[in-house]
Protein backbone atom coordinates (compact mmCIF):
# COMPACT_ATOMS: atom_id res chain seq x y z
CA UNK A 1 0.00 0.00 0.00
CA UNK A 2 1.55 3.04 -1.07
CA UNK A 3 0.89 6.64 0.92
CA UNK A 4 -1.63 7.69 -0.89
CA UNK A 5 -3.91 4.89 -0.20
CA UNK A 6 -2.81 5.11 3.41
CA UNK A 7 -3.69 9.27 2.92
CA UNK A 8 -7.62 7.71 1.85
CA UNK A 9 -7.92 5.56 4.48
CA UNK A 10 -7.21 7.97 7.17
CA UNK A 11 -7.84 11.45 7.63
CA UNK A 12 -4.58 12.76 7.99
CA UNK A 13 -5.49 16.06 9.65
CA UNK A 14 -7.20 14.26 12.58
CA UNK A 15 -5.75 14.13 16.19
CA UNK A 16 -5.51 10.24 16.93
CA UNK A 17 -3.37 11.55 20.13
CA UNK A 18 -6.11 9.58 22.16
CA UNK A 19 -4.98 6.87 21.14
CA UNK A 20 -2.29 6.60 23.11
CA UNK A 21 -3.84 7.06 26.20
CA UNK A 22 -6.04 4.53 25.58
CA UNK A 23 -3.80 2.52 24.74
CA UNK A 24 -1.56 2.96 27.83
CA UNK A 25 -4.41 2.49 29.66
CA UNK A 26 -5.16 -0.81 28.22
CA UNK A 27 -1.35 -1.42 29.11
CA UNK A 28 -1.35 -0.26 32.50
CA UNK A 29 -5.20 -2.24 33.53
CA UNK A 30 -3.19 -5.48 32.36
CA UNK A 31 0.44 -4.68 34.29
CA UNK A 32 2.23 -5.11 30.61
CA UNK A 33 5.65 -3.04 30.45
CA UNK A 34 8.34 -2.57 27.76
CA UNK A 35 5.64 -4.07 25.10
CA UNK A 36 5.51 -3.51 21.55
CA UNK A 37 2.92 -3.92 19.00
CA UNK A 38 1.73 -2.61 15.54
CA UNK A 39 -1.68 -1.30 14.59
CA UNK A 40 -2.00 -1.21 10.38
CA UNK A 41 -4.96 0.68 9.20
CA UNK A 42 -6.29 -1.24 5.95
CA UNK A 43 -9.22 -1.07 3.63
CA UNK A 44 -11.74 -3.47 3.05
CA UNK A 45 -10.35 -5.47 0.17
CA UNK A 46 -7.19 -6.54 2.56
CA UNK A 47 -8.94 -7.02 5.72
CA UNK A 48 -10.94 -9.39 3.22
CA UNK A 49 -7.67 -11.21 1.81
CA UNK A 50 -6.28 -11.60 4.96
CA UNK A 51 -9.32 -12.52 6.96
CA UNK A 52 -10.19 -15.63 4.43
CA UNK A 53 -6.63 -16.72 4.61
CA UNK A 54 -5.97 -16.85 7.88
CA UNK A 55 -9.36 -17.32 9.33
CA UNK A 56 -11.03 -19.32 6.44
CA UNK A 57 -13.85 -16.67 6.76
CA UNK A 58 -15.08 -15.35 2.99
CA UNK A 59 -16.24 -12.13 4.68
CA UNK A 60 -14.68 -7.76 5.31
CA UNK A 61 -14.38 -7.45 9.26
CA UNK A 62 -13.49 -4.94 11.45
CA UNK A 63 -10.51 -5.72 13.57
CA UNK A 64 -8.12 -9.32 13.56
CA UNK A 65 -4.94 -9.50 15.65
CA UNK A 66 -2.28 -11.56 15.34
CA UNK A 67 -0.75 -12.58 19.11
CA UNK A 68 3.10 -13.16 18.27
CA UNK A 69 3.07 -14.76 21.83
CA UNK A 70 2.25 -17.77 22.98
CA UNK A 71 4.14 -17.14 26.73
CA UNK A 72 4.08 -14.23 28.16
CA UNK A 73 7.03 -14.79 29.75
CA UNK A 74 9.42 -14.90 26.72
CA UNK A 75 10.34 -11.73 26.09
CA UNK A 76 13.02 -9.84 23.42
CA UNK A 77 15.71 -7.80 25.20
CA UNK A 78 13.24 -7.30 28.05
CA UNK A 79 10.57 -6.28 25.56
CA UNK A 80 7.60 -8.15 24.97
CA UNK A 81 6.72 -8.32 21.33
CA UNK A 82 3.13 -8.85 21.20
CA UNK A 83 2.12 -8.59 17.55
CA UNK A 84 0.03 -7.31 14.93
CA UNK A 85 -3.94 -5.04 14.65
CA UNK A 86 -5.23 -4.79 12.02
CA UNK A 87 -7.76 -2.24 11.80
CA UNK A 88 -10.07 -1.92 8.71
CA UNK A 89 -10.92 2.09 8.37
CA UNK A 90 -14.02 2.13 6.02
CA UNK A 91 -15.78 -0.33 8.36
CA UNK A 92 -14.51 1.55 11.31
CA UNK A 93 -16.77 4.75 9.99
CA UNK A 94 -19.32 2.58 8.68
CA UNK A 95 -19.80 0.82 12.30
CA UNK A 96 -20.04 4.18 13.91
CA UNK A 97 -22.70 5.36 11.89
CA UNK A 98 -24.39 1.73 12.26
CA UNK A 99 -24.05 1.75 16.14
CA UNK A 100 -24.38 5.85 16.41
CA UNK A 101 -20.94 6.22 18.17
CA UNK A 102 -18.06 8.82 16.87
CA UNK A 103 -15.40 7.66 15.12
CA UNK A 104 -13.45 7.96 18.54
CA UNK A 105 -15.14 5.77 20.05
CA UNK A 106 -15.30 2.89 17.78
CA UNK A 107 -11.61 3.51 16.47
CA UNK A 108 -11.01 3.40 19.95
CA UNK A 109 -13.03 0.21 20.46
CA UNK A 110 -11.47 -1.86 18.17
CA UNK A 111 -7.65 -0.82 18.94
CA UNK A 112 -8.55 -1.93 23.09
CA UNK A 113 -10.36 -4.76 21.36
CA UNK A 114 -7.46 -6.01 19.15
CA UNK A 115 -4.95 -5.30 21.98
CA UNK A 116 -6.85 -7.49 24.25
CA UNK A 117 -6.58 -10.42 21.93
CA UNK A 118 -2.81 -9.98 21.79
CA UNK A 119 -2.82 -9.83 25.61
CA UNK A 120 -4.60 -13.44 25.41
CA UNK A 121 -8.67 -12.72 25.34
CA UNK A 122 -11.29 -13.61 23.81
CA UNK A 123 -14.89 -13.96 23.30
CA UNK A 124 -15.40 -17.67 22.08
CA UNK A 125 -17.88 -18.42 25.04
CA UNK A 126 -20.04 -16.27 26.28
CA UNK A 127 -18.22 -16.19 30.09
CA UNK A 128 -15.59 -14.92 28.00
CA UNK A 129 -17.08 -12.36 26.01
CA UNK A 130 -18.26 -10.68 29.00
CA UNK A 131 -15.18 -10.35 30.59
CA UNK A 132 -13.53 -9.29 27.48
CA UNK A 133 -16.42 -6.64 26.71
CA UNK A 134 -16.45 -5.70 30.16
CA UNK A 135 -12.92 -4.70 30.35
CA UNK A 136 -13.25 -2.83 26.98
CA UNK A 137 -16.41 -0.41 28.27
CA UNK A 138 -13.98 0.36 31.89
CA UNK A 139 -11.06 1.34 29.70
CA UNK A 140 -13.30 3.03 27.22
CA UNK A 141 -14.99 5.16 30.32
CA UNK A 142 -12.20 5.64 32.14
CA UNK A 143 -10.66 7.30 29.26
CA UNK A 144 -14.30 9.19 28.98
CA UNK A 145 -14.85 7.58 25.73
CA UNK A 146 -18.48 6.84 26.17
CA UNK A 147 -21.36 5.01 23.45
Given at each position: MNKYEINDLVNVDFDYKYLDKVIKRTLKKEKVKNAYFSIIFVDEDTIWKINKEYRGIDRVTDVISFAFEDNESICYNKVRVLGDIYICIPRMKDQAIEYGHSIKRELSFLTV???????????????????????????LNEENISR
Open positions: HGLLHLLGYDHQTEEDEKVMFGLQELI
